[in-house]
């Protein structure tokens, strides 16, 4: 299975982006996710989906702002980001995993990634 994501660019502090993530191939994964990775920072989890089912999971940093979704027939995870802020700028990947749910936070428990997309808050 591959993962496309796309939707990044730049944007003013306050504004909205979404992001998709295209899946190709017969997906297995049990939860779909947004991990985001800032120059000299290291990955962080931002949001995941339970593939079935549509429960989902926020990092604090983004909760109320940040919304996650997915389209089962269309095979896509869509991250809806509003009050963007000049801290929100890193590559964004979506990405899959059959962890556990209390694993979902974790970066590194995510085995199948897309190549990412970049988002730029200006100020």
């Known amino acids: 299975v591959q993962l496309q994501a796309s939707g990044g660019g730049l944007v003013q502090a306050g504004h909205s982006l979404r992001l998709s993530c295209a899946v190709s191939?017969?997906?297995?994964?049990?939860?779909m996710g947004w991990l985001r990775q800032a120059p000299g920072k290291d990955r962080e989890f931002v949001a995941a989906?339970?593939?079935?089912?549509?429960?989902?999971y926020y990092a604090d940093a983004v909760k109320g702002r940040f919304t996650i979704s997915r389209d089962n027939a269309k095979k896509s995870v869509d991250l809806q980001m509003s009050g963007l802020s000049p801290e929100d700028t890193a590559i964004y990947y979506c990405?899959?995993?059959?962890?556990?749910?209390?694993?979902?936070?974790?970066?590194?428990?995510?085995?199948?990634w897309g190549q990412g997309t970049l988002v730029t808050v200006s100020s």
């Open positions: 191939g017969r997906f297995s994964g049990t939860f």
């Open positions: 989906i339970r593939w079935i089912g549509g429960f989902t």
């Open positions: 990405a899959s995993t059959n962890a556990i749910t209390s694993a979902v936070y974790d970066p590194g428990m995510y085995n199948n």
